[in-house]
């Protein structure tokens, strides 16, 4: 029987990349204009959109750098 503390380590440095996709949306001056536009949609929408693959993109990045190898 192996102790639960002995082999994982969540102290990887890439989880420092996690903070991004948690403090992009709250910057206000993001935000603080209509313009410009993309596609007709005014920024606050697509930016929105934008922070959904920032998002996803820096999982899969902490994902692949932190996963076992077996």
């Known amino acids: 029987m192996t102790t639960p503390g002995k082999d994982r380590s969540d102290r990887?440095?890439?989880n420092w990349l996690l903070i991004v996709p948690?403090?992009?949306p709250?910057?206000?001056f993001l935000?603080?204009?209509d313009g410009p536009r993309?596609?007709?949609f005014p920024r606050f929408y697509?930016?929105?959109l934008a922070f959904i693959v920032v998002g996803v993109?820096?999982?899969t990045i902490v994902y692949q750098m932190t996963k076992r190898k077996r």
Do not use: D, R, Y
Request: charged share 0%.
């Open 57 to 59: 993109t820096c999982t």
């Open 26 to 28: 709250l910057l206000p």
């Open 38 to 40: 993309l596609f007709g």
């Open 31 to 33: 935000f603080n204009a």
């Open 22 to 24: 948690i403090i992009l």
């Open 46 to 48: 697509w930016l929105q």
């Open 12 to 14: 990887s440095p890439w």
